[in-house]
Nanobody, 124 residues
Framework: QVQLVESGGGLVQPGGSLRLSCAAS????????IGWLRQAPGKADEGLSC????????FYAGSVKGRFTISKDNAKNIVYLQMDNLKPEDSANYYC?????????????????WGQGTQVTVSS
């Protein structure tokens, strides 16, 4: 069955770094647009980054571009999100999710499977 399991969240100080991991099973990475999203209390889901085609092209939201980096290890079926220069407003529950590739270099509007999420808190 399709399964996505996030890990790596925690408490960090502003300016610090974290690397989140998403272990996937039950499907082939290259066939889907795998993305990272986050949700803070009282806010809607916010798409952060994703792989946009089978060649491995990536997309980043303006709020994280230059600070976050998505990558993957195909041999291990793991997707990563390296987060640098973290800010308090980055505090949220972070999810990885699976969606279909769309035309153009964009992330899916909808995802069919989500992980359980991992909490990231940025505070002094």
């Amino acid at each position: 069955q399709v399964q996505l399991v996030e890990s790596g969240g925690g408490l960090v100080q502003p300016g610090g770094s974290l690397r989140l991991s998403c272990a996937a099973s039950g499907f082939t990475f290259e066939d889907y647009a795998i993305g990272w999203l986050r949700q803070a209390p009282g806010k809607a889901d916010e798409g952060l980054s994703c792989f946009t085609n089978k060649a491995g092209s990536t997309f980043y939201a303006g709020s994280v571009k230059g600070r976050f980096t998505i990558s993957k290890d195909n041999a291990k079926n793991i997707v990563y999100l390296q987060m640098d220069n973290l800010k308090p407003e980055d505090s949220a529950n972070y999810y990885c999710a699976r969606g279909k590739y769309e035309e153009g270099n964009y992330c899916p509007l909808e995802y069919d499977y989500w992980g359980q999420g991992t909490q990231v808190t940025v505070s002094s």
